[in-house]
């Protein structure tokens, strides 16, 4: 289907990706979701299948990259299993339903897809550039488990829509609205990421799509997703040990900035 050269591409554009899955908890979808974009597209699909096989895609390689960066976090002792499952519940039986809706027909558009990926982004972009940073220290007092569930409930339609694994809704939300230390915030939203997209990828690989590649189940193309896996297990280890090395304000300067050069690039094709 693709180039030697196409693989090694992808694994390095994918590299990128891991390296801010680690560092800021976002899974990483940000990066992945364009480089699965452009490759299935040269695949030969397009229109509403283009975006079921993006989201599908991209969810299969999260949940790798939140396994592995949680393992991460808990050998840094810095996990919250309690505050990661009361989030991940509700998220799971929301981002189940819209995922289920989405299969069922041909109404969930790339214009849509793309519209709410912007609508997301820019107003959490704008807080986390204007926002002041909460110390972590001993006396961290967390908010109820309901504010987690509610956040995870939401966050749960907004991942099965955008294919981003959350991350980039959860970590400003925990982090301006809860009032987290963002390193909590990151790391919460991470232990969340591969819990929301493993579920959801199971009806993805039960669907019967058309086969664009012999190795693929459902819509899970092994060839392209194998190089953006690889780069996630090597990489994505890395991202958090840089995480823990930096300030609170470096890392919120970081993620506004990732988030500002996705909308450049989005509204930049919607203009085109």
Partial sequence: MFELSDYVIIALLGSIGAFISGLLGVGGGVIFIPILDYYIVKAGIQGSELVKFTLA?????????????SIKQYKSGNFYPKQVFFTALPGVLSSFLVTYLILSGNWYQQHMFKTLFLL??????????????????????????????ITGF?????????????????????S????????????????????????????????????????????IVFPIVAPLIISVMVISPTGVKVAH???PFHLRIIFACVSSIIILKELYGFIK
């Avoid at 895609?57 to 960066?69: K, T």
């Avoid at 019967?208 to 189940?217: C, L």
């Fill in 120 to 149: 997301m982004l820019i107003p959490m972009t704008i807080r986390m550039f204007s926002q002041k940073e909460k110390a972590i220290n001993s006396d961290v007092v967390f908010p109820s488990y309901l504010l987690f569930s």
């Fill in 245 to 247: 090395m930096l300030k």
């Fill in 57 to 69: 895609n991209s969810f299969f390689v999260i949940v790798f990259s939140g396994i592995v960066i």
């Fill in 154 to 174: 939401f966050t749960g339609i907004i991942t099965s829509l955008s294919g981003l694994g959350g991350g980039i809704l959860m970590v400003p939300v925990f």
């Fill in 176 to 219: 301006d609205f809860l009032k987290l230390p963002i390193k909590i915030a990151t790391s919460i939203s991470t232990g969340v990421i591969p819990i929301f997209t493993a579920v959801l990828i199971i009806p993805y690989m039960m669907a019967y799509p058309e086969v664009i590649n012999q190795f693929q189940i459902g819509y």
